[in-house]
């Protein structure tokens, strides 16, 4: 009979090999079908690389997109950290683009102050928009997971209504847009003549935050402590509410922030396919960095290269770049099985 | 006699440890064999060798002279061992009947037998007097039926060794000596049974034979009327130890008073009308079977729920309505009654947790960063003055030992100064080493000037350490005793509620 036995604990190249070996299966059973298109996988995953890193232009195309994935999956680690089941990323995402691009739109202060405002806006939409749920949980119980997630449609159907209404963008030709943000509060480019801008920087700097926050403050300490044992953090006259509110507010922000400086950094006015799920993905980025800050930058990285590459590889090869939605999908299952046989170890 | 099971040279190996060396063990027909050790001394490894739970690396198991093949549970049932183990594994939404057929019925059937499995399990119950209600769910019955129901499950595959992996951890003492009395009677119907234990007076009251384990080795066997607790315990242990003795001396003012409080919790009265007196340089002792309302008891003492009538208070403060933060804060400390699900976080280190309570404390945080260096020194301290073993300030707590982990959390507790602690359940499921030392640090508080609750099920633990005696039953205190006149008697009458002359309350 087969046993799991538990770890005393987890040595560090596990926690390294872990990842990768749940990456290298995904890409393993993503093969399967890459065959089944009748495409040998080498090549395709050749021009997949190929496609995120064969060029500057492909580089900063990838970092472009690893930018928010970083915010998203910042905002999910913090919130699994301490067991809330943050799935509202994506509305976050777009709340935060929302209202940078609304008060970006008519912001009259110069670039150096309002680009700061904005940022803020987009967090502090974010934090509301999880605000909500994490209430309903703590006081009545509601499962965050659910309202969450469902809250997500609600908020993408609800960006459809102003950029089709209020705040539709009359210079954008039909293609429904909203109105961009002010030129003055644009990002910097951090390559000339590419889209990545300095967004990436203020990514990073949000993952050294983080890190800062959960390994060093004590709201990081108690965060840690309720997320891995509730009753004795209770017990030790840790607020929970208070512990889970605050992380909720952490996470919503976060999130919020990506909309944030998606908008000011690429698309500088919001549509409803601005994100290929950001929010989403950026779930499957914290899993993939078992809630480490400087894993998230990694995984993102990784993310991003798989969302890049599968254009490049669609485009040279044949198969529909939908395989980059499988693949990281992939990802999260594999990793979830990686972390038990990180934590386990089985035993005859 | 006949030998009915035979375990010889058993060896396991988990990497570097060792947890059975060349273990022989045998069993006679009709007895009751204790296998008497410390935690961590490879009891429950040596059973689950026996089980099939685990291959062993060398050696060999032979019941009724047949060899069994290693690693595989289901040969152990087939030929009649059945074991009960410590953490029940039964299904709380299913009936008792369905719990016990559970498993034992081939899923390719379309119909299940239900009503034949019924009348075996009923003929079962009545033959070794473990009376059941087969259509009770288990979700409504007592730890006590439970355990019975685990028995039972094994009965109905026929066993004819039954194993019971520290039957009595979760039992209060009437319950654990009714249920030595049952497998007493059990044996009379042909069982052989074997029940690991780390208490000695259960050993001495309910075994034929012991055989003590340490350190993976068979230290001893002994014919259980030839041999003592005392000499049992040297065995077990490996050396001498003794419990400190409680010494008089003046006792203080009154620390902690509760007057008449009521407590409900899920729509339930737990506590009502209680009302004790704490003093300076005094332990106070409540004894009582489990579940009559100890945990709402320790519940109140810690801030996590509150009185809705009478009051509580802690040196002229009302601390009724505070909360963990609070309490702590007025000079209450507080060692919970479950180490691992509320003393501490087992994945943060023994550092974190040490500071856990006192994180917003100008001594460990300043402006809202953790002072780490302050931190791991406290807690370097901490693991010497109170002697926690193998540990660093970063070892993560899980990893720590039930005796050490409940050092820690008496460190945490004791440094803070406290003018009144709670101690609920401190030495349960400890060995005798670690119950020494944590006996020592609470009379050491005592003869500092704190004011003890404890909250205990073991008696010798309470009348060993308490001034005073008090019995809790559902929810109800009885009016103190002096420890000098409680004796045995005195207490099980008190416990069962009689402690007043015309006293209704049985």
């Known amino acids: 009979m087969m046993r799991l036995e538990r770890r005393s604990h987890v040595p560090l190249h596990l926690a390294i090999i872990a990842p990768l070996a749940a990456i290298l299966t995904a890409l393993l059973l993503a093969a399967g079908l890459i065959a089944a298109a009748d495409v040998n996988p080498l090549t395709a995953y050749g021009e997949m690389v190929n496609g995120a890193f064969g060029s500057r232009l492909s580089i900063a195309e990838m970092l472009t997109r690893a930018t928010p994935l970083v915010f998203t999956g910042l905002a999910a680690a913090v919130a699994f950290r301490a067991r809330l089941w943050n799935i509202g990323g994506e509305g976050q995402f777009f709340v935060g683009a929302l209202i940078t691009a609304w008060i970006g739109h008519s912001l009259e202060v110069p670039g150096w102050i309002g680009v700061p405002i904005l940022m803020f806006a987009g967090m502090a939409a974010g934090a509301a928009l999880l605000a909500g749920p994490a209430f309903l949980r703590l006081r009545f119980g509601v499962d965050e997971v659910v309202t969450t997630l469902l809250l997500n449609f609600i908020v993408i159907l609800f960006v459809g209504l102003m950029i089709e209404g209020p705040m539709r963008d009359p210079l954008a030709f039909g293609w429904p847009s909203s109105v961009p943000v002010d030129g003055d509060y644009r990002l910097p480019d951090l390559i000339p003549r590419t889209r990545l801008h300095i967004g990436l920087l203020v990514a990073i700097a949000a993952a050294g935050a983080v890190w800062l926050i959960l390994a060093r403050t004590v709201f990081g300490a108690e965060t840690r402590a309720a997320g891995l044992n509730a009753s004795a953090a209770a017990f030790a006259g840790i607020s929970l509410p208070q512990t889970i509110m605050g992380v909720a507010l952490l996470s919503g922000a976060l999130a919020g922030l990506a909309g944030s400086v998606e908008v000011m950094g690429v698309t500088a006015g919001v549509t409803t396919t601005m994100s290929p799920g950001f929010g989403y993905a950026g779930i499957v980025v914290a899993m993939l960095a078992a809630l480490h800050p400087a894993g998230v930058v990694a995984a993102a990285v990784f993310v991003a290269t798989v969302f890049v590459g599968a254009d490049a590889m669609s485009r040279a090869t044949g198969v529909p770049s939908f395989i980059a939605d499988v693949i990281v999908a992939l990802c999260l299952l594999t990793m979830i099985v990686a972390l038990l046989f990180t934590t386990y170890r089985v035993r005859r | ?506």
């Open chain 2, 1 to 506: 006699m006949t030998k009915v099971l035979e375990l010889h040279d058993i060896t396991k190996r988990f990497g570097a440890l060792t947890a059975n060396d060349d273990v022989t063990l045998t069993l006679e027909e009709g007895e009751i064999l204790a296998l008497l050790g410390e935690n961590g001394a490879g009891k429950t490894t040596l059973m689950n060798i026996l089980f099939g739970h685990y291959a062993a690396d060398e050696g060999s198991v032979r019941v009724f002279g047949k060899e069994l093949p290693p690693g595989l549970p289901r040969a152990a049932i087939e030929v009649g061992v059945g074991m009960v183990h410590q953490h029940f594994t039964l299904a709380g939404n299913l009936s008792v009947l369905e719990n016990v057929m559970l498993g034992s019925e081939p899923l390719t059937r379309a119909r299940s037998a239900r009503s034949e499995a019924r009348k075996k399990l009923l003929q079962i119950a009545e033959r070794f007097g473990l009376p059941v209600n087969p259509e009770a769910k288990v979700r409504s019955l007592s730890v006590g039926e439970r355990q019975r129901v685990e028995i039972l499950k094994a009965l109905y595959r026929d066993a004819r060794i039954l194993i019971l992996d520290e039957p009595t951890a979760v039992l209060a003492r009437p319950e654990a000596m009714r249920l030595f009395e049952t497998l007493r009677d059990m044996t009379k119907e042909g069982l052989s049974l074997i029940f690991i234990s780390h208490k000695l007076h259960e050993v001495m009251a309910a075994s034929d034979r012991v055989a003590v384990l340490r350190g993976g080795k068979m230290v001893a066997e002994r014919n259980t009327p030839e041999t003592t607790p005392e000499e049992l315990a040297e065995l077990m242990v490996g050396r001498k130890v003794e419990r400190p003795v409680r010494h008089d001396h003046e006792i203080g003012a009154p620390v902690l008073v509760a007057n008449n409080v009521r407590v409900e919790e899920g729509g339930e009265v737990r506590l009502d009308e209680v009302s004790f007196t704490v003093h300076a340089g005094e332990i106070l002792g409540i004894v009582g079977v489990s579940g009559n309302g100890q945990a709402s008891l320790g519940g109140l003492l810690s801030g996590l729920v509150h009185p809705i009538a009478g009051r509580l208070i802690l040196l002229d403060e009302d601390i009724g309505h505070l909360g963990p933060r609070g309490m702590i804060r007025a000079g209450a400390g507080r060692v919970p009654e479950d180490r691992h699900a509320e003393g501490v976080v087992g994945e943060l280190s023994l550092w974190e947790n040490a500071v856990l309570e006192r994180l917003r404390t100008p001594e460990f945080s300043r402006r809202g960063f953790v002072r780490q260096r302050a931190a791991r020194e406290y807690t370097s301290g901490l693991i010497e003055r109170f002697d926690i073993r193998g540990a660093a300030p970063d070892t993560r707590t899980r990893l720590l030992s039930g005796g050490n982990m409940q050092k820690l959390i008496l460190g945490r507790v004791l440094t803070n100064g406290p003018r009144f602690v709670l101690a609920n359940q401190p030495t349960r499921g400890l060995d005798e080493g670690a119950i020494a030392s944590v006996h020592a640090e609470l009379l050491a508080a005592r003869a500092e000037g704190a004011a003890i609750l404890l909250i205990s099920e073991e008696l010798e633990e309470a009348v060993a350490l308490s001034d005073r005696i008090q019995a809790i039953v559902k929810g109800r205190l009885s009016e103190p005793i002096s420890a000098d006149e409680a004796d045995p008697q005195r207490l099980g009458l008190m416990m069962a509620g009689v402690w007043k002359e015309n006293d209704d309350a049985a």
